[in-house]
C-alpha cells in the first residue's frame, strides 16, 4: 500500500532556531499534502494544505511566515518551523494523497527548549 | 467551531463484549467519512470509511454506521481486544481524497481483559 515517510521522528531544538520537516510518499505522486498539529490530547488540526508546485493554503490562526512549507515535487513536502518558541512544541503529522485515500506520516515529535 | 465531535472522551469496555464510538458533525457537505486509530507519538492508522451514499460499511471487525439525517456515525468493533486499546478518531470530508479532513476530538478506548 501507500506509504509516507515523515522525518525526523522527533527532534529538540533551541528557541530561536529553525527545524525543518520533511514528508515523503515513496511509492505513489502526492498530488496533494496536507500538515497538521496535535497538541496532547487535542484533535489533529489541519495547518495547511500544499500542491506540488503551488503555494501552500494556510487555515486561519497559522503563521505562514512562521511555518514554512515547501512542496517542490509529487513526493516531497517539507514543514520548516522558523525562530522556534516553546509554545511550538507539538507533534506535527503529515498526511499525502492522490486522490484516492489519505496516507498519514509517523508524525514528528518537536520539542522547543 | 468544532465540525466534528466526539463527545465521550473515554470509554472502557470488557474484553469479547461490542465497542461503540459516536461521532456527530455539522457541515451537511461532509459526504465522505473515516476513523482512524492512533497511538501517542503515532501517525493515525486508517481503520475504515463511508460515503454519504451508503449507511453501513463492514470490514471484519469494524463496522460503521452514518445517520445523515442526524447527521452521526459510529464505529462498532466487535468482539473487542485488548490491542484495540488507542484513542479513535473520526475524520470527514467534502471530497474524498482531494480535500482536507476534518477531525473530531477523539475517544480514548480501554479495552479491560
Known sequence: GAVVSQHPSRVICKSGTSVKIECRSLDFQATTMFWYRQFPKQSLMLMATSNEGSKATYEQGVEKDKFLINHASLTLSTLTVTSAHPEDSSFYICSATQGEGYTFGSGTRLTVV | ?113
Request: proline content about 5%.
Open chain 2, 1 to 113: 467551531d468544532q465540525q466534528v465531535k466526539q463527545n465521550s472522551p473515554s470509554l472502557s469496555v470488557q474484553e469479547g463484549r461490542i465497542s461503540i464510538l459516536n461521532c456527530d458533525y455539522t457541515n451537511s457537505m461532509f459526504d465522505y467519512f473515516l476513523w482512524y486509530k492512533k497511538y501517542p507519538a503515532e501517525g493515525p492508522t486508517f481503520l475504515i470509511s463511508i460515503s454519504s451514499i451508503k449507511d453501513k460499511n463492514e470490514d471484519g471487525r469494524f463496522t460503521v454506521f452514518l445517520n445523515k439525517s442526524a447527521k452521526h456515525l459510529s464505529l462498532h468493533i466487535v468482539p473487542s481486544q485488548p490491542g484495540d486499546s488507542a484513542v479513535y478518531f473520526c475524520a470527514a470530508s467534502v471530497d474524498f481524497g482531494n480535500e482536507k479532513l476534518t477531525f473530531g476530538t477523539g475517544t480514548r478506548l480501554t479495552i479491560i481483559p
